[in-house]
């Protein structure tokens, strides 16, 4: 029972426009949800977050949006960079315990020039 | 580099052998974390330490698999007769007390079990 899904396992975007990163759940007393960038051979790393009682927050080029009624949320970036091409997992904490990430299966942004 | 380190980053076994990968976390972070990734999913959580308590454990961990962080500080995972389903990369993770919950991972160590 998959509680973080990310539906797409692919993305190709043209340099220089948006790229829009998707990701449901289902767990409602999830309180944060975190995007997480992956390059090959190297581990996750943090790329922004977003409380549960917000709806946008944004950082630069990276903006993450939540819609709690849908339970959705998306991260947009603008413009895509060839940097940009990475391994992008959606993650969620549940607020309690372990406070551990419950992590999605991730999307494969690919920025074509 | 005061990151999170982890050794080795590839280990490649036979069959049946034990294998032990540490993992060295950010010295001030209290909390540690152990992933299992596989190829086209995402890290998936298999135990976690509050300091030196282990608090919880995932059912993907069979009792081959056994975890330790003495003193709190660097953390091992041992696997015991490998199988070939345990082929894998294992990622440690550290937090502190961040209200995100925001983890930082290692890079990882890749275990290709023949």
């Known amino acids: 029972d998959q509680q973080v899904k990310q539906n797409s396992p692919s993305l190709s975007v043209q340099e220089g426009r948006i790229s829009i990163l998707n990701c449901d759940y289902t767990n409602s007393m999830f309180d944060y949800f975190l995007w997480y960038k992956k390059y090959p051979a190297e581990g996750p790393t943090f790329l922004i977050s977003?409380?549960?009682?917000?709806d946008k927050n944004e950082d630069g080029r990276f903006t993450v949006f939540l819609n709690k009624s849908a339970k959705h949320l998306s991260l947009h970036i603008v413009p895509s960079q060839p940097g940009d091409s990475a391994v992008y997992f959606c993650a969620a904490r549940s607020g309690g315990g372990a406070d551990g990430l419950t992590f999605g299966k991730g999307t494969h942004l690919i920025i074509q020039p | 580099d005061t990151g999170v380190s982890q050794n080795p980053r590839h280990k490649i076994t036979k069959r049946g052998q034990n294998v032990t990968f540490r993992c060295d976390p950010i010295?001030?972070?209290?909390?540690l974390y152990w992933y299992r990734q596989t190829l086209g999913q995402g890290p998936e959580f298999l135990t976690y330490?509050?300091?030196?308590?282990?608090?919880?454990k995932s059912r993907l961990l069979s009792d081959r698999f056994s975890a330790e962080r003495p003193k709190g500080s660097f953390s091992t995972l041992e696997i015991q007769r490998t199988e070939q389903g345990d082929s894998a990369m294992y990622l440690c993770?550290?937090?502190?007390?961040?209200?995100?919950?925001?983890?930082?991972f290692g890079e990882g160590s890749r275990l290709t079990v023949l």
């Open positions: 330490f509050q300091n030196e308590a282990q608090l919880e």
């Open positions: 993770a550290s937090g502190g007390n961040s209200r995100t919950g925001e983890l930082f």
């Open positions: 010295s001030e972070h209290n909390r």
């Open positions: 977003i409380s549960s009682i917000k």
